[in-house]
């Protein structure tokens, strides 16, 4: 946990010793002019502190490399850079003394040195932000992932099997690693062509002999092995998911046929009959909103004015956001003042420190939600049950609570909730897996792996 914690702290506090080693070596060429050669009094003193907080990011470095999640070879070769630049301006440090007056090899020094920070800044950035995070300005070819769309089908059997279902799950559970951001084993997956391009190792998909797949050998794959697909800790592929793709895999990896001429037994129309009904479900509540009467002004305006944030989501209907942050009046009247817009609120956001199980009792009959953020509270697992009552609830957010397994398992398991959010909770990564075996419609989120790519669930408030 500490060790996660600190490991975190890795991509924050490299920037110091990146900006300091820079100020120096621009001291140092600034320092030979005459008007600024006081700077060379200060240069070693910034060497120093330079040294020790790259020292720090080494450790910190470290520990964020335990967490496995990134590709070992490229951690390894960003780590050695890293240690071999803070070396060299050590080794500076030391015989800056005798480099000074020869001006033309404290030069190359200062040029090396600068391509070696560069260098280790460049590495550790694509570990973050992907391999040619920086040079994707300037590629010309279009970046943009494939993904799944919206369903354009009525019965299953007129679906694309590639384009309809199987890139719907990797979509879902492969591009967070295998897409536009990270490139994890150098492979994409988010579409076909960067698919059959293979990765690392060279090709995924051995169209002539497809059982001899490199996808299909990682997902069949012991879980526990290191090679298995998805990895161990990471969203699972559900059972109807991984028999969808094991059998278009099986059956020549096609892209462009329909499922109604592929020949189907039991086990895979059932599989199919499962992803089909999850699709419609999701695209349903996008959709139907019963009509609702407005929220009449003088409510509106004594809610704002106990503090509570209300703002319209779309101007066809007179449904509500409610966010509070700042209440001007006593928590549980504030909660209260709440039940006379019930109704309208499908989107609420309250997570003050103070809020507990029983504060939030008041929420039974807001039948509305779908969004709801309980993070930063002090709610437990008994407040995990109320949310059953909340039928169209689609996202929930209890990070950074004393939430735990046992809470998720009071879900019903067959709850249209989405993605629920868990960073930092009492729920341990390896209870994910049971977790999303259970519910296999939604999304957990709770890895404490800050450089996971997670869709962004930041609420911002105007005030
Ligand atoms: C959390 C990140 C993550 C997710 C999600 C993920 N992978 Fe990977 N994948 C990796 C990493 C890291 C590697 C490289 C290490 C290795 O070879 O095991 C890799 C390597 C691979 C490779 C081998 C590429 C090569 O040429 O060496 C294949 C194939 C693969 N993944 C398929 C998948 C599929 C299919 C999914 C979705 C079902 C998936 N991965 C989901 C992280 C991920």
Redesign the pocket.
């Known amino acids: 946990m500490i060790i996660e914690l600190i490991g975190k702290l890795h991509p924050v506090l490299v920037h110091l010793p990146i900006g300091i080693f820079l100020i120096a070596i621009a001291m140092e060429f600034i320092g030979r002019t005459k008007r600024f050669s006081h700077l060379q009094m200060s240069i070693e003193f910034i060497l120093i502190i330079g040294v020790i907080t790259g020292a720090f990011s080494l450790i910190t470095g470290y520990l964020l490399s335990l967490d496995g999640?990134?590709?070992s070879d490229s951690v390894n070769l960003h780590k050695w850079v890293a240690i071999a630049s803070i070396l060299m301006f050590a080794a500076y440090y030391f015989f800056r003394k005798h480099v000074i007056h020869k001006k033309t090899i404290q030069t190359v020094a200062l040029i090396l040195l600068l391509i070696m920070i560069t260098l280790t800044g460049h590495l550790g950035g694509s570990l973050t932000h992907g391999e040619g995070y920086l040079t994707a300005a300037f590629d010309k070819k279009d970046d943009k992932s494939e993904i799944a769309s919206v369903a354009k089908f009525e019965k299953i059997e007129d679906a694309k099997l590639y384009e309809d279902v199987v890139l719907h799950t990797?979509t879902e559970?492969?591009v967070?690693?295998?897409g536009a951001n990270r490139q994890?084993?150098?492979?994409r997956?988010d579409g076909k062509e960067r698919m059959l391009k293979?990765?690392?190792?060279?090709d995924?998909i051995d169209l002539k002999n497809p059982e001899n797949s490199?996808?299909l050998k990682?997902?069949l794959l012991e879980l526990n092995d290191?090679?298995h697909?998805?990895?161990k800790d990471?969203n699972q592929?559900s059972e109807d998911e991984l028999v969808i793709l094991t059998w278009w895999l099986r059956n020549g990896a096609e892209f462009d046929k329909k499922i109604a001429l592929y020949n189907k037994d039991q086990k895979i129309e059932k599989a199919l009959n499962t992803f089909h009904q999850k699709i419609k479900s999701e695209t349903k509540i996008e959709v139907i909103r019963e009509k609702i009467a407005a929220i009449p002004p003088s409510t509106l305006s004594k809610l704002e004015k106990s503090g509570w944030v209300i703002s319209p989501l779309s101007s066809k209907d007179n449904y509500v956001r409610v966010v509070g942050f700042n209440l001007e009046v006593p928590l549980n009247s504030a909660l209260e003042g709440l039940k006379q817009i019930k109704s309208n609120i499908v989107e609420l956001k309250f997570s003050f420190k103070k809020i507990s199980d029983s504060n939030i009792l008041v929420l039974k009959d807001f039948k509305n939600l779908e969004k709801l953020w309980l993070d930063h509270t002090m709610i437990t697992d008994k407040s995990l049950k109320l949310m059953n009552e909340f039928q169209k609830l689609t996202y929930l957010n209890v990070s950074h609570t004393a939430v735990t397994s046992k809470g998720i398992e009071q879900l019903n398991p067959n709850s249209m909730i989405k993605k629920i959010y868990a960073y930092n909770t009492g729920i341990q990564k390896t209870e994910l897996t049971t977790m999303s075996k259970r519910m296999p419609q939604t999304s957990f989120f709770t890895a404490s792996d800050s450089m996971d790519v997670v869709p962004s669930d930041t609420l911002f408030v105007k005030k």
């Open positions: 999640s990134n590709d990797i559970k492969c967070q690693c295998h994890k084993g150098m492979l997956l293979g990765g690392k190792n060279g995924v490199e996808i990682r997902l290191d090679h697909m998805p990895p990471k592929l």
